[in-house]
């Protein structure tokens, strides 16, 4: 299910810190939250922003345990 921005209670001046928040918490439901609609609606946040959603598919792409070395020897 695909959110749309319009429709959130975020207005134009959300701090930084709220824009991350409700990125976050769209996809904890469940949601597609697409990063170009957040760059597109907070531009000020554009720079943080764009820190922020590559920092989150980094380690959003990680499997603790395909990187665990318990049981293997070194």
Request: aromatic residues 8%.
């Amino acid at each position: 299910m695909a959110i749309n921005l319009s429709n959130s209670k975020l207005t134009d001046d959300a701090t930084l810190e709220s824009v991350m928040a409700h990125y976050i918490e769209c996809i904890e439901r469940g949601e597609h939250a697409d990063a170009n609609d957040y760059l597109d609606r907070f531009p000020k946040h554009a720079d943080e922003l764009k820190t922020f959603f590559r920092n989150h598919h980094w380690l959003d792409e990680s499997d603790p345990e395909e990187s665990s070395l318990v049981g293997h020897s070194v």
